[in-house]
């Protein structure tokens, strides 16, 4: 007995009435109920949001920016969501209303814009009160749970919108605060250059200054020394005027009596001059006497000397004296003398004697005469002494007052000079501390030249930095700031819809359910195969190919199903439909052989395996996510494989994993008929778990 006929017997088997083919028609189309309905239901499920009523509050009151303009942010985000109709807006008037709705199911979500959300848009601007904008989301899992996703999807979406207009404007400010700036920089290094040329001319006038300070400073110190001087001479002034005071005052004191004396002084000059005048009558009037008395004396002298005569001339000699006209000395000589001198005779040589008397007498009254005239003049002195002592008083007495006043006055000059003298040495330190002074602001004079200068070449240097964008430049540059990363979608293989993106899975998954479906109705391995003498190899193989042959009717339907009716629209579709065909060659080898070995228990291991594929095979989220055990799982079972070389064909990605893929399908195809084999072996041997088995499925 051949394979073929093996095969061709159970085919008849199975299609031999009307039930029968109705039957194996159904099992064709399990992947159809499975796999196209599910991806036609779920084909695009994003292009149908429109038909989700949403509630939309808009309480946002608008704002003002610093520079006037008004911003209504939030009427322009409802505005452009109702535009998108990516949701069946609905406009609520109050939250309340919205919560509402979404809590009773009116609507599957509620967004909520409040009332400052344009006001903290433009807060930013306020460095002293930023504030986020928000955008108030009300959600309700038991609406549904993925719709939450798709409606953070969509208010990141929003929120990235609003935030890249908002940045783009923020940033067209920012680029004209710099064009601003720029400006400012030029003209603020226009204004530190002419900074520095008065700088220069500062450092010009402070040397100046300093020079100035310098020789006010060498002044100073004249001036210092000459009031030093000039205080040690009014010192000497004040101490000299001091002691004239003293000796006027005591001139003054030594001159009180000097009338009174003076005028006695002329009164008794008088009375001299009087009686030297009258000693000067008298003498005459002796001399004349003389020669007539020494006559009468040589006559008497000739008798006898007369004590009486000479008596006469002691008592002349005496009013002489008392007349301050002679001395007593000069008296008593003169008495002396004419003792002395012997009486004469009577003779010639009397007469010559007496006229040597007479001229001797004579010689003494010129003198006396003289005398007399001496003391005339110094009695006329004495007057004009007396008439001049009062006032020479008076002189003096004012002397002493001016003295004394002029001892006050020295001694004011004085302490007077010594204020100079201490206002000099101040003057000094002061031109000092000016000349020091002028000094350090000639030095930093030349410091502010020099940073002035190197002030405004920085500025001019900075403000070549500082960008001066045109409004072209402002409008690219603030659409980068808004928005500074772009990404690049290079997409090597993209699916062209949700469906098309789900679609490898769940063909592979309808494949499996299919060719599991087949082993309800049909037989693994016939009886009648196990009865004949066929090698265990055909009878294995014989029994594999009807599954073969249904599930690869499966395969093509489906395949035909999805990329016509669907529009999946491979970007290979006949290496999908090999490849479906493959898969299908190996999940019916392995779900036949392993229900031909087990038996009914064997229905149960397929429905594990299913599930166990369900979470390993990567069909919705990549099976690196998965718990580690299931990654062994993965690697193992075959419909990881099947959904990874459906994306590539699906998609047109790179296609050098298609060759091993198929050749794995075939090593899993001989896996499942060495399975049927063995299953074909151990049957052959009927037991009465054979005849009645404890379970039926």
């Given at each position: ?7 061709r017997?159970?085919?008849k088997r ?15 189309l399990?992947?159809?109920l ?7 239901a ?6 149908k ?7 939309l509050?808009?309480?946002d ?6 520079d006037g303009?008004?911003?209504e942010?939030g009427?322009?985000v ?6 998108g ?10 939250t309340?209303?919205a ?15 409040p009332?400052d ?9 306020s460095?002293?009160?930023?504030n986020?904008?928000?955008?108030n ?29 908002v940045?783009e ?9 710099f ?11 226009d204004?530190?250059?002419q ?10 006038g402070?040397?100046t ?6 020789e ?7 001036l210092?020394n ?7 001479g009014?010192?000497?002034?004040s ?6 005071s003293?000796?006027?005052?005591e ?8 009338p009174?004396?003076?005028q ?5 000059a ?12 008298a003498?005459?009037?002796?001399v004349q006497?003389?020669p ?35 001395s ?7 008495v ?14 009397a007469?010559a ?5 007479a001229?001797?007498l004579?010689t003494?009254?010129?003198?006396v ?12 002195g ?13 002189a ?10 002029l001892?006050?006055g ?23 501390k000016?000349d ?7 030095s930093?004079?030349a ?13 001019a240097?900075g ?18 700031m ?16 949700y469906?098309?993106?789900l ?28 009865a ?15 599954f ?17 009716g669907?529009g ?18 190996a ?6 052989g392993?229900v ?20 390993s095979?990567?069909?919705t ?17 075959p ?14 990605a ?5 060759l091993?893929t198929?050749?794995g399908?075939?090593g ?15 049957n052959?041997?009927w037991?009465?778990?054979t005849?009645k ?5």
């Amino acid at each position: 007995m051949t394979v073929l006929r093996l095969a061709r017997s159970e085919l008849k088997r199975m299609t031999g009435g009307l039930l029968p083919k109705l039957t194996i028609l159904a099992l064709a189309l399990v992947p159809l109920l499975y796999g196209a309905v599910y991806l036609y239901a779920n084909w695009d499920p994003y292009g149908k949001l429109n038909q989700i009523d949403a509630a939309l509050v808009v309480q946002d009151s608008g704002a003002t920016s610093a520079d006037g303009t008004r911003l209504e942010a939030g009427r322009k985000v409802a505005e452009s969501l109702v535009d998108g109709h990516v949701f069946n807006w609905k406009t609520v008037a109050s939250t309340d209303e919205a919560d509402q709705g979404v809590s009773n199911g009116t609507y599957a979500f509620a967004l909520k814009i409040p009332q400052d959300f344009s006001k903290n848009l433009i807060s930013p601007s306020s460095f002293d009160a930023a504030n986020q904008a928000m955008l108030n989301v009300t959600t309700n899992d038991a609406n549904n749970y993925l719709l939450s996703t798709i409606v953070d999807k969509l208010t990141t979406a929003v929120h990235t919108t609003v935030a890249k207009e908002v940045g783009e404007e923020t940033a067209n400010k920012l680029l004209t605060g710099f064009g601003t700036i720029h400006t400012q920089m030029l003209k603020a290094s226009d204004g530190a250059g002419q900074l520095a040329d008065g700088v220069a001319r500062l450092h010009d006038g402070t040397v100046t200054l300093h020079q100035g300070t310098g020789e006010l400073k060498n002044g100073a110190t004249e001036l210092y020394n000459g009031q030093v001087k000039l205080r040690d001479g009014a010192n000497s002034l004040s101490a000299g005027t001091g002691q004239l005071s003293s000796g006027l005052t005591e001139l003054k004191d030594k001159t009180a009596a000097l009338p009174a004396d003076a005028q006695k002084l002329a009164d008794g000059a008088a009375q001299v001059a009087a009686g030297n005048a009258a000693l000067s009558t008298a003498l005459d009037t002796t001399v004349q006497a003389i020669p007539g008395q020494l006559a009468a004396a040589e006559q008497a002298a000739q008798q006898a000397a007369s004590q009486a005569q000479r008596s006469r001339l002691v008592a002349s000699t005496s009013r002489l004296v008392a007349a301050g006209v002679l001395s007593q000395e000069q008296a008593d000589k003169v008495v002396a003398d004419v003792d002395a001198t012997p009486a004469p005779p009577a003779s010639p040589a009397a007469g010559a004697a007496a006229s040597a008397a007479a001229a001797k007498l004579q010689t003494a009254a010129a003198q006396v005469q003289k005398l007399a005239d001496g003391s005339a003049a110094v009695s006329g002195g004495a007057a004009q002494l007396a008439g001049a002592a009062p006032a020479l008083s008076n002189a003096v007495a004012k002397a002493s007052a001016g003295a004394d006043q002029l001892a006050s006055g020295s001694a004011a000059l004085a302490a007077g000079e010594q204020n100079a003298v201490d206002g000099a040495g101040k003057l000094v330190q002061g031109a000092q501390k000016l000349d020091d002074g002028a000094a350090q602001l000639e030095s930093g004079a030349a410091t502010a030249s020099d940073g002035a200068g190197t002030l405004a070449a920085e500025l001019a240097k900075g403000a070549g930095k500082v960008p001066n964008p045109d409004d072209a430049q402002k409008d690219s540059l603030s659409k980068v700031m808004a928005d500074p990363v772009a990404v690049s979608n290079v997409s090597q293989a993209k699916a062209g819809s949700y469906g098309a993106g789900l679609a490898p899975f769940f063909l592979t998954l309808a494949l499996w359910i299919g060719v599991f479906m087949l082993v309800q109705a049909m037989r693994p391995v016939t009886q009648r195969a196990l009865a004949s003498n066929a090698p265990a190899w055909k009878i294995a193989a014989g029994g594999w190919l009807p599954f073969l042959a249904v599930s690869a009717v499966q395969a093509s339907l489906l395949t035909l199903v999805v990329d016509v009716g669907l529009g999946l629209d491979p970007a290979h579709p006949v290496l999908m439909w090999f490849l479906m065909l493959a898969a299908a060659m190996a999940f019916s080898a392995i779900i036949q052989g392993v229900v031909a070995l087990l038996g009914s228990p064997g229905k149960l291991v397929v429905l594990i395996l299913l599930v166990l594929q369900l979470v390993s095979s990567g069909g919705t989220f990549p099976w690196q996510t998965t718990p580690e055990p299931l990654h062994v799982v993965h690697q193992i079972l075959p419909m990881g494989y099947v959904v990874s070389g459906m994306r590539h064909l699906i998609y047109g990605a790179d296609l050098a994993i298609i060759l091993p893929t198929m050749l794995g399908l075939v090593g899993y195809t001989l896996l499942g008929l060495a399975m049927s084999t063995l299953a074909v072996r151990k049957n052959k041997y009927w037991t009465l778990k054979t005849l009645k088995p404890e379970i039926a499925v």
